[in-house]
């Protein structure tokens, strides 16, 4: 982790600051057990506004290939991420309203005069990944596998014996 990826995070969406860079699958150390070698470097961009209703907010967005196991035949699989989170920021946790009351459902986070970036893009990334990922049945290997065990219907000679009414 570079000191860049540390920000004052008021700071930071004041001045309408933006920082882009990419991130290996590697750098991911609460991820990096359930990836594959099919995971490719993400990309991500993280920008600041002070918006016209004086909230400062934060924009996030991370792109690219996340490979992970198929949870029926364990073979690796890609997940396209194309994540997009807005954020407001708040000084405490007091200021963050009651679900009941945020019509708009934004998403809140306390302002940090040292907020490290990389975690908040791989907390992101970890809410983005489905929780047991399994490729479409019919392109599943497991799929195949099945079809190959499955026991001969014991009805189907009767098929043969079908007769007709006149």
Known sequence: MTAQHIINSLEFA?????????????????????????????????????????????HLSIKGNFGVPCQRCLEPMLIALNIHSDFILVNDESEIPPEEDDIEDHDYIVADAKMDVLQMVEDEILLALPYAPKHEIKDCAANAEVNELKAPNPFAALRDFKVEKS
Do not use: Y
Request: hydrophobic share 35%.
């Open 14 to 58: 004041r001045k309408s600051l933006e920082i882009r860079d990419t991130i290996a699958h590697s750098d991911l150390q609460r991820a990096k057990d359930s990836l594959t070698k099919e995971t490719e470097s993400l990309i991500w961009r993280l920008t600041g506004e002070f918006s016209a209703d004086k909230k400062a907010r934060l």
